[in-house]
């Protein structure tokens, strides 16, 4: 069976297709993304303005072609926090769903770090004990913990780095009073979440699993051998918070030049390093291992699971 994962997140729409069969392991042959960061396209009344609105649209009937055009029998099709918390999601929604031709699903946050969480779990096997999770968006932190498939703690705060850019970082590059703004929302936000988290056992494995955080290891992380020869990357937190400054001192154009940081991301790494760093912290986590797989695989997983239900 051939399956599409249709990803509408706050920073790009993002159409995974993959062979998948029940019980096998699902292999993917295409991965097509747009780039709209959608937070910029919010007012002050948080609804998605109209040209945030037709770039959404248009992004998405592209998407539905480039699946068309694959031979997918399936897609599914989600929306995080950027759709589920605009003012006018329940229009915006109806319009995405029309340029689809079938139902959106939108995810809370806790869903979110759940399918998240699966993914990562069936990435490391059980053999990976108890895993806690860090997932950093455009619109949100999504963090999971525990030893089963499904994680027993999961949680979802609004410290995204695409919504933390454009609150905190208007100025390209941001100044040092921008920076430690939002170095204490971070760590105020994190501050609870931190202390529920502390009730779980200590992990085994940390783990990181978006865009911006293999973004960031590729920048300030090592690789280490791993199980079946396979390399994985580990980003520390001494090394990320030292390049913090350094990220900070230039502009978005000249960071897109430094490994690992793709001009889609150039804006918003230095928001998703602070956050990062910060949730780090917060934790008491000294280094992460970074996951190639995130929430696309771990809705396509869940839903070949109920095919053989």
Request: proline content about 6%.
């Amino acid at each position: 069976m051939r399956l599409g994962v249709l990803d509408i997140g706050s920073n790009t729409i993002h159409l995974l297709v993959a062979n998948a069969r029940p019980g096998g392991r699902p292999t993917a042959t295409t991965s097509h993304r747009t780039v709209l960061r959608l937070m910029r396209h919010l007012g002050r009344d948080g609804a998605i303005d109209a040209a945030g609105v037709a770039a959404l649209v248009d992004a998405v009937t592209q998407a539905r072609a480039k699946a068309a055009a694959e031979g997918v029998d399936e897609l599914l099709a989600t929306a995080t926090s950027a759709v589920r918390e605009a003012t006018n999601g329940p229009a915006v929604i109806a319009r995405i769903e029309e340029a689809l031709g079938q139902p959106l699903q939108v995810l809370g946050g806790d869903t979110e770090a759940r399918f998240t969480f699966l993914a990562v779990r069936r990435w490391f096997g059980w053999s990976a004990g108890q895993i806690l999770l860090f997932d950093v968006g455009g619109g949100s932190l999504e963090l999971a913990g525990g030893a089963d498939e499904l994680p027993d703690m999961a949680d979802s705060v609004a410290l995204g780095a695409g919504r933390m850019t454009w609150e905190f970082l208007p100025d390209d590059p941001p100044n040092d009073f921008q920076l430690e703004a939002l170095r204490r929302h971070a760590a105020s936000v994190l501050a609870p979440v931190a202390e529920r988290f502390a009730t779980l056992p200590r992990p085994d494995h940390v783990v990181g699993s978006s865009k911006a955080i293999r973004s960031l290891a590729t920048l300030a992380g090592y690789p280490v051998p791993g199980w079946s020869g396979i390399e994985r990357m580990v980003l520390p937190r001494r090394e990320l918070k030292a390049w913090i400054p350094r990220l900070a001192r230039i502009p978005a154009e000249a960071r897109q030049e430094l490994p690992g940081i793709t001009a889609d991301r150039a804006t918003q790494i230095v928001a998703a390093a602070v956050v990062l760093h910060q949730a780090m912290k917060a934790m008491r986590v000294e280094e992460l291992e970074v996951s190639p797989w995130a929430l696309r695989e771990g809705v396509l997983l869940r839903y070949i699971e109920s095919l053989a239900m």
